[in-house]
């Protein structure tokens, strides 16, 4: 477990609050990267002494375990698996690389199948390099889903297409907004594909509410974490600890809600100051900001 000093964890997180008895967790879910310094047996261990019910696993730490060693922790742990994080990249055009991502993108549904993991996460891709063409791009994730969904259908695996803030089209998915992810999910079987309502990603968008409205049993995974300021040099990092930054949670919770879905509710911080403190101590300020912001 790594160590820093009292300064250091306020400016990660703010002031340590320990829970206290009486929030309701049982929806709550620790998405692995928030405590990133942690291996799979660590968070599965940090989710039990915090009575964190659910974990959000990533492919990378799975596999320096092995996939079935992963699914024994959990499984003995007594831990549910919200999602699998993350395949998608689907948007390179030569045929040689699209193969490569489509047979990735297998590996990582039958990974998700085994840890009974309810969806696989789908960060679709962006723009190939040296292109500008992003309708083109679009296209070929529209035509990647057409081959992935049946799969996924067979393995009882859910498709979980995530719409990402439009500061990560070109790099990472071309998919900005819930109404586009939306459009691609319609065309298959809801349990073949849905959608991440995710609130670092749509906080900003005017018809977002519209749009929860409109994705009903759409909404495959549900995440939470906060929209801080100022940018940091790397925009991927720009996650926060829900109440540090701009996001008014609880309408995002009530209208997710709304639709139907009962499903577990997703922290996922990529944030260096909170990669750097004490992980114990990240996931009590977590289930503190999580019972007096979102529920």
Same mark, same amino acid.
């Given at each position: 477990?790594?160590?820093?000093?009292?300064?250091?964890?306020?400016?990660?997180?703010?002031?340590?609050?320990?829970?206290?008895?009486?929030?309701?967790?049982?929806?709550?879910?620790?998405?692995?990267?928030?405590?990133?310094?942690?291996?799979?047996?660590?968070?599965?261990?940090?989710?039990?002494?915090? !009575?964190v019910p659910a974990i959000g696993l990533w492919r990378e730490p799975v596999q320096e375990i092995g996939l079935a060693q992963a699914h024994k922790l959990?499984?003995?742990?007594?831990l549910r698996?919200?999602?699998?994080?993350? !395949?998608?990249?689907?948007?390179?055009?030569?045929?040689?690389?699209?193969?490569?991502?489509?047979?990735?993108?297998?590996?990582?549904?039958?990974?998700?199948?085994?840890?009974g993991a309810p969806c696989l996460v789908l960060v679709v891709g962006g723009l190939p390099e040296g292109s500008r063409d992003l309708p083109a791009a679009r296209a070929l994730v529209a035509d990647a889903l057409a081959e992935l969904?049946?799969?996924? !259908?067979?393995?009882?695996?859910r498709l979980a297409l995530e719409p990402l803030h439009p500061m990560y089209c070109a790099d990472r998915a071309v998919l900005s907004t819930?109404?586009?992810?939306?459009?691609l999910a319609e065309a298959y079987p809801v349990e073949q594909v849905g959608v991440v309502v995710d609130t670092f990603h749509l906080w900003w968008d005017p018809a977002v509410f519209e749009q929860i409205r409109r994705a009903g049993d759409r909404i495959a995974?549900?995440?939470?974490?906060?929209?801080?300021?100022?940018?940091?040099?790397?925009?991927?990092?720009?996650?926060?600890?829900?109440?540090? !930054?701009?996001?008014?949670?609880?309408?995002?919770?009530?209208?997710v809600d709304a639709t139907g879905y009962t499903g577990d509710i997703e922290v996922e911080i990529f944030n260096a100051d909170v990669w750097a403190a004490d992980p114990d101590e990240v996931i009590a300020t977590m289930i503190r900001r999580y019972a007096d912001l979102v529920l």
């Amino acid at each position: 477990m790594s160590t820093v000093d009292a300064s250091t964890v306020d400016s990660a997180v703010g002031t340590v609050e320990r829970p206290t008895a009486g929030p309701d967790l049982s929806r709550l879910s620790l998405n692995q990267k928030t405590t990133n310094s942690w291996g799979v047996a660590q968070a599965v261990d940090g989710c039990v002494r915090a !009575g964190v019910p659910a974990i959000g696993l990533w492919r990378e730490p799975v596999q320096e375990i092995g996939l079935a060693q992963a699914h024994k922790l959990v499984r003995d742990a007594g831990l549910r698996v919200s999602s699998l994080c993350r !395949g998608g990249f689907l948007t390179a055009p030569e045929p040689a690389a699209r193969r490569r991502a489509l047979d990735d993108n297998r590996l990582a549904i039958d990974e998700a199948a085994t840890l009974g993991a309810p969806c696989l996460v789908l960060v679709v891709g962006g723009l190939p390099e040296g292109s500008r063409d992003l309708p083109a791009a679009r296209a070929l994730v529209a035509d990647a889903l057409a081959e992935l969904a049946p799969y996924a !259908g067979e393995r009882g695996v859910r498709l979980a297409l995530e719409p990402l803030h439009p500061m990560y089209c070109a790099d990472r998915a071309v998919l900005s907004t819930l109404a586009q992810a939306l459009d691609l999910a319609e065309a298959y079987p809801v349990e073949q594909v849905g959608v991440v309502v995710d609130t670092f990603h749509l906080w900003w968008d005017p018809a977002v509410f519209e749009q929860i409205r409109r994705a009903g049993d759409r909404i495959a995974s549900f995440q939470v974490c906060d929209f801080n300021l100022p940018i940091p040099a790397d925009a991927l990092l720009a996650r926060g600890m829900m109440g540090d !930054g701009v996001i008014d949670f609880r309408p995002f919770r009530e209208a997710v809600d709304a639709t139907g879905y009962t499903g577990d509710i997703e922290v996922e911080i990529f944030n260096a100051d909170v990669w750097a403190a004490d992980p114990d101590e990240v996931i009590a300020t977590m289930i503190r900001r999580y019972a007096d912001l979102v529920l």
